[in-house]
């Protein structure tokens, strides 16, 4: 107790106060975290606050008025912007579902795999399994429009060579397949992070829980169940917070694929090009940067509510077990 | 020892490289004035730099001028930036309409008004760089691209087709090519959506809306996108659709060029910019055709598309230099050089040139046969939002692919745009 600091979670407060009485303020701490403190107000927190206030003007007569909401109630409601605001969310919801549903189990199931010892040549599979993720959006979009086009693409030559030609489509160009088409490109990339986030938690588990459940015959099975996945709940959780923060951010694989009106018929559009286009303007259509503010805003409290359900709902009630 | 002898030559060398630098600015007052052009043509930096600009400079062997090229999706937002900043070069290649209305209205660009050539100039090669009340002119027209249909000549003798005339003809040449199999009838799909509107709706639409009549008609708001002319443009459109490549829904831009000149389609729907290109890559023979007129047309129109001016910056150092040099960019010399070197690109003046590509000639010679418009959504019409431009992609490309019906299509263009514009009349 005495060497542990102010950090004991279970000590009384009666002793803390004293321990705060003996210990003069850690001067040092500042010095540690002013430079990172300083870099991110300035880089990070001032512009996001300013955009933040610039969501809440709007032009008049060439210079900027104060209009309090008046931008995010037209984002919500005009006949414009609520339907391409609306849709775009949904597209992001669809896109954060299949990242879910295919990217992380998956990811978990490669990792569990991977920290199997049976396994020859675990680091060739865990590198080439992760190598997608180091490369550029461009290059992974690029690749994906040749290897699914109709007129080069090998797609359709590998599905005929497996009897299932009649179904190939071209399901970039397609309004309804485009979308999920596009979530999985992302989920091939972006394997690597939930599966070497699990894998790691996985090898953090002492071989004694496993062999002790061995002994007491439980199968592999009911090991996963029982033994290894409580025991990787919290980074469950932390995969499934940085899946959503991250599709938020999947701007890039959609400008580099369809472009910044994410075609068809904008059934691709997420928040993120929603916004380059409003604030960016596009060919012929100049930007408006208030309401293009507004969206950025609008994304800022979605992510918002997400985190801190995160923090106050999941990481609440998830238990952490001391190994 | 070494060491010492090889510093002090070292030193001595510096001195030397120091004396002649001091030298030089000395004598910079006396020496040329050098003048610097923005632009966003990366690729026609070869041409200016080989064979316009020299013949400029033999001419004026006093001012020196630099081809200063930008990217071209960089270049709106970098030379905004510069101009604020002071940085921007003395000559600027203008985008037409609202963009360089923009730098004109900040005080950006000087007017041209009175630049000697001007009058080579008509009214629609200027409409793009003009003031809203049509009194100020502030960057001198360089070019146009003209739309039309290019085709594969050996394609074309293989099968034993002709030029189309009609609308009738056209599509009993795309049914002979689609029942040979080999080709496909059209080089064209919907992934990037703008060919469906540029190549396709802009292309043909000029002979349904009778160019400039109908274009002034639509911006003093006598006429709709729901009038009958405009939706048969779409419905001709929809009608392309069984002779688009297999899965053209996802096939970009690129795919289509590449299609084309790689012999495996018969016809492209086609800008003029297409021929230096086509001209590198194919290896078979080119041919053009303007839009088949409409059944009972009487009539033609094509799409001349003013895409390309220059201006000078009001606060350049060398504003008499800069003038010299838009002036001769009004001229013929600067015509012939410009045209021939980027063929596919046609001065907007009225001088007589002659072009050395035949290709480029068949293009510019529908000028003397047809009327000349510009694209209907460039004037005044695509200020608001929803941007009547980028809808036109939309739609366009949605008609093509049968998701949409025509009367939908000229439905939500005309809602759309009726949410912002007020005719002026």
Known sequence: MKDTGGGAPASPPAPLVTMRKRRPFPTYILVFLLPAAGIYTLFMIYPLIDSLRVSLYAPEDGRR?????????????????????????????????????????????????????????????????????????????????????????????????????????????????????????????????????????LLAIPDEFVEAARVDGASGWTTFWRIELPLILPTVGVVAILTYVGNFNAFDLIYTTQGALAGPNFSTDILGTFFYRTFFGFQLQLGNPTMGATIAGAMFYIILVGVLLYLFVWQRRVQVYEL | MWRARWLTFGVVVLLVIAGCQQRQAAQAPSAPVTLTIESWRNDDLPVWQDTILPAFMKRYPNIKVVFAPTAPTEYNAALNAKLEGGTAGDLITCRPFDLSLALFNKGFLAPVNDLSGMENFGDVAKSGWITDDGSTVFCVPMASVIHGFIYNGSIFKELGLSEPKTEAEFFAVLQKIRQDGRYAPLAMGTADQWEAATMGFQNIGPNYWKGEEGRLALIQGQQKFTDAQYVAVWRQLARWRPYMPRGFQAQKYPDSQNQFTLGKAAIYPAGSWEISLFRRQAQ???????????????????????????????????????????????SQEFAELYSNGLPGFFTLSNHKITLQDPLAQTFINWRGLCKTTIRNSYQLLSRGEPNLENELWRVSAEVIKGALRPEQAARQIQTGLEKWYKPKQ
């Not at chain 1, 609520?82 to 990217?103: D, G, I, K, S, T």
């Not at chain 1, 992974?140 to 009649?166: D, K, R, T």
């Not at chain 2, 088949?292 to 094509?302: E, L, V």
């Open chain 1, 65 to 201: 008025a104060f209009a309090g909401l008046a931008n995010y109630a037209r984002l919500l409601t005009d006949s414009l912007y609520a339907p391409r605001f609306w849709a775009a969310l949904r597209h992001n919801f669809v896109f954060f579902a299949v990242h879910m549903l295919v990217q992380n189990p998956i990811g978990l199931i490669l990792a569990v795999a991977l920290s199997s010892r049976r396994l020859r040549g675990r680091v060739i599979y865990r590198t080439l399994l992760f190598m997608p993720t180091v490369l550029s959006f461009v290059i992974v979009g690029f690749i994906w429009q040749l290897i699914l086009s109709p007129l080069w693409g090998v797609a359709e030559g590998l599905m005929q060579a497996v009897g299932a030609g009649a179904y190939f489509r071209p399901w970039l160009g397609m309004e309804g397949p485009a979308l999920v088409t596009l979530s999985l490109v992302s989920v091939w990339q972006f394997i690597g992070i939930p599966m070497l986030l699990f894998h790691a938690a």
């Open chain 2, 284 to 330: 078979f023979e080119l041919g053009a055709f303007t839009p088949p007129a409409p059944a009972g047309a009487t009539d033609c129109y094509i799409s001349d598309h003013v895409d390309i001016a220059i201006g000078m910056n009001a606060k350049t150092q060398h504003p008499q230099e800069a003038r010299t040099f838009l002036e001769w960019v009004a």
